[in-house]
C-alpha cells in the first residue's frame, strides 16, 4: 500500500507538472500529436521536469523506497530523479494502482537526441513487474469483457491513438 501511495503521489506531482508553466512545450508536442486535454486526462500523462521531484518526496517518503520504486537513483552519494524532462505515462493495473512509469523524451535538442533512449521505463520493482502488465488495462478491462475482443499493439502511443478514435478495448505491450 506504501509504494501505491508513493505512485499516486508522483503521478499527481506529473499531471500538475504538465499542466503549469514548465508544460508549455510538451503540450504542444502532445498537441501535435492530435492528444488532446481530454486524452491526456484519459490516460493520466504528466510530466517530469528537472531534479526536483527527489527533494519534495524525501520530506515524507524513505529515500530507499523511492530507489526501490525507481522514482529516484543513487549516484556517487548523491540522490537523483529517475525520470527528468519527459512526457510521463503512469502504467496502471487492473485495480487503478498507479504500479510503475515510462517517460518519453520531448525536447529537440542535440544532446538528448543523441544521448538519450526515446523511451525510459520504470525497472521492475515489487508492484511492477513487466510481463504481468498490458498498458491501458485499467481503461480497456471493462470493454475486452464486453465485447470478448482484445486489440494489443506494440507501444503506448498506438494505443493511445486507437482509444481516441473509438477503440476502447486496447491495450500496448510493455516490452517487445
Known amino acids: 500500500?506504501?509504494?501505491?501511495?508513493?505512485n499516486d503521489t508522483v503521478n499527481k506531482y506529473f499531471k500538475n507538472n504538465l499542466f503549469s508553466s514548465d508544460g508549455k512545450q510538451a503540450i504542444k508536442y502532445l498537441e501535435e500529436r492530435n492528444i488532446d486535454k481530454n486524452i491526456i486526462n484519459e490516460f493520466n500523462i504528466g510530466l517530469s521536469t528537472s531534479n526536483k521531484l527527489s527533494k519534495i518526496l524525501e520530506k515524507k517518503y524513505e529515500i530507499m523506497d523511492?530507489?526501490?520504486?525507481?522514482?529516484?537513483?543513487?549516484?556517487?552519494?548523491?540522490?537523483?530523479d529517475t525520470f527528468q524532462n519527459r512526457i510521463m505515462f503512469p502504467i496502471i493495473d487492473e485495480n487503478n494502482n498507479v504500479i510503475g512509469f515510462s517517460g518519453r523524451k520531448y525536447l529537440n535538442d542535440d544532446l538528448n537526441d543523441n544521448t538519450l533512449p526515446k523511451y525510459s521505463n520504470s525497472k521492475e520493482t515489487i508492484v511492477f513487474k513487466k510481463s504481468g502488465i498490458f498498458y491501458?488495462?485499467?481503461?480497456?478491462?471493462?470493454?475486452?469483457?464486453?465485447?470478448?475482443?482484445?486489440?494489443?499493439?506494440?507501444?503506448?502511443?498506438?494505443?493511445?491513438?486507437?482509444?481516441?478514435?473509438?477503440?476502447?478495448?486496447?491495450?500496448a505491450l510493455m516490452g517487445t
Open 66 to 80: 523511492l530507489i526501490d520504486l525507481d522514482i529516484s537513483k543513487e549516484i556517487n552519494g548523491n540522490i537523483y
Open 136 to 171: 491501458n488495462i485499467n481503461n480497456s478491462l471493462i470493454n475486452i469483457k464486453k465485447s470478448k475482443e482484445i486489440i494489443i499493439t506494440e507501444g503506448f502511443m498506438d494505443t493511445i491513438r486507437m482509444s481516441s478514435i473509438g477503440y476502447k478495448n486496447v491495450v
Open 1 to 6: 500500500d506504501k509504494y501505491y501511495e508513493i
